[in-house]
């Protein structure tokens, strides 16, 4: 059965509170999903049964319907946000690319997103991504169950460079390990192509620190902070506390991202565990804004 998640009725008014000490237009969030009905009710399957398969419950604190959530962000003042999808198997990334851009053309202040796999053809349909606009990709080593130095993606990372076009890449063994998952195999794409801006979700969890290396190695390299230093997530892969002065040496490429709808937590948990930190308010607003806008040209 699906977990039930309390949401606090004064949620809007604690983000909007911290938005107004913080002097932000508002939250940009580089991780947020938004999928055809028929691959989220499928990922919402998936979640429902995690309980039963790991003695952990994730409940989907935003089940509601797409325009709801559209509207939820919204309200909670996130002013710029993406529709992050991802095969699972060859044939679909075009299809899931198509439906990506008709959703930013109908919502603006979502990121056109765009995602590959590796299959013949697929340097071809990146590069028709980009050209009809595409500002973020996204890629799951875990999901897809490929290596991203898989030859047949050579002709993706080759574009993506050349486009400078940011990617949303989970490659790191959280929540479980994957048989392509850690950061070697992203090393080796990237020493192949350095100059790739490539996003690490969940900042790599839990191989923080050698993601952290990468971060530190290749200007490209930025962090996302979805669910990390979280409660939820504390629990079984606490960041390493001796690893916070390079989040804030390498603030500038730290970037909000949260995996709306489908957190097991309010989204404001998610902020209050930033601000937590206590790594200051200049660098709460280039992780919370300022970082994305300019990655992104938005302001």
Same mark, same amino acid.
């Given at each position: 059965?699906?977990?039930?998640?309390?949401?606090?009725?004064?949620?809007?008014?604690?983000?909007?509170?911290?938005?107004?000490?913080?002097?932000?237009?508002?939250?940009?969030?580089?991780?947020?999903?938004?999928?055809?009905?028929?691959?989220?009710?499928?990922?919402?399957?998936?979640?429902?049964?995690?309980?039963?398969?790991?003695?952990?419950?994730?409940?989907?604190?935003?089940?509601?319907?797409?325009?709801?959530?559209?509207?939820?962000?919204?309200?909670?003042?996130?002013?710029?946000?993406?529709?992050?999808?991802?095969?699972?198997?060859?044939?679909?990334?075009?299809?899931?690319?198509?439906?990506?851009?008709?959703?930013?053309?109908?919502?603006?202040?979502?990121?056109?997103?765009?995602?590959?796999?590796?299959?013949?053809?697929?340097?071809?349909?990146?590069?028709?991504?980009?050209?009809?606009?595409?500002?973020?990709?996204?890629?799951?080593? #875990?999901?897809?169950?490929?290596?991203?130095?898989?030859?047949?993606?050579?002709?993706?990372?080759?574009?993506?460079?050349?486009?400078?076009?940011?990617?949303?890449?989970?490659?790191?063994?959280?929540?479980?390990?994957?048989?392509?998952?850690?950061? #070697?195999?992203?090393?080796?794409?990237?020493?192949?192509?350095?100059?790739?801006?490539?996003?690490?979700?969940?900042?790599?969890?839990?191989?923080?620190?050698?993601?952290?290396?990468?971060?530190?190695?290749?200007?490209?390299?930025?962090?996302?902070?979805?669910?990390?230093?979280?409660?939820?997530?504390?629990?079984?892969?606490?960041?390493?506390?001796?690893?916070?002065?390079?989040?804030?040496?390498?603030?500038?490429?730290?970037?909000?991202?949260?995996?709306?709808?489908?957190?097991?937590?309010?989204?404001?948990?998610?902020?209050?565990?930033?601000?937590?930190?206590?790594?200051?308010?200049?660098?709460?607003?280039?992780?919370?804004?300022?970082?994305?806008?300019?990655?992104?040209?938005?302001?």
């Amino acid at each position: 059965m699906p977990v039930t998640v309390e949401l606090p009725s004064d949620e809007a008014t604690r983000v909007h509170a911290l938005i107004d000490r913080l002097g932000l237009p508002g939250l940009i969030d580089v991780h947020t999903h938004f999928m055809p009905k028929s691959v989220l009710d499928k990922v919402w399957a998936y979640f429902d049964s995690v309980g039963p398969l790991t003695g952990r419950e994730w409940g989907i604190a935003y089940r509601f319907d797409e325009a709801e959530r559209v509207a939820k962000l919204r309200e909670l003042g996130v002013v710029g946000w993406s529709s992050l999808n991802y095969p699972h198997k060859p044939g679909m990334a075009q299809w899931l690319n198509q439906w990506s851009a008709d959703f930013a053309a109908a919502h603006p202040d979502c990121l056109q997103s765009a995602t590959f796999y590796p299959e013949p053809g697929a340097g071809d349909y990146v590069a028709e991504a980009i050209a009809s606009g595409a500002e973020i990709f996204k890629a799951h080593v #875990q999901v897809g169950a490929y290596d991203p130095t898989d030859d047949l993606l050579d002709g993706v990372w080759a574009r993506l460079q050349e486009s400078g076009v940011p990617v949303v890449l989970h490659a790191g063994s959280g929540p479980t390990p994957g048989e392509f998952t850690g950061p #070697q195999r992203v090393r080796s794409v990237l020493e192949r192509f350095p100059g790739l801006k490539l996003i690490i979700a969940h900042m790599g969890m839990p191989e923080y620190g050698e993601f952290l290396d990468l971060c530190d190695e290749f200007a490209g390299v930025h962090l996302d902070t979805t669910m990390v230093f979280t409660q939820f997530v504390e629990n079984d892969m606490p960041f390493p506390k001796d690893r916070l002065g390079d989040l804030v040496r390498l603030g500038d490429r730290v970037l909000l991202g949260t995996d709306f709808p489908n957190i097991p937590y309010p989204y404001v948990e998610a902020l209050d565990a930033i601000v937590g930190l206590g790594l200051g308010d200049d660098w709460c607003r280039g992780v919370l804004h300022d970082n994305a806008a300019r990655l992104f040209g938005r302001g």
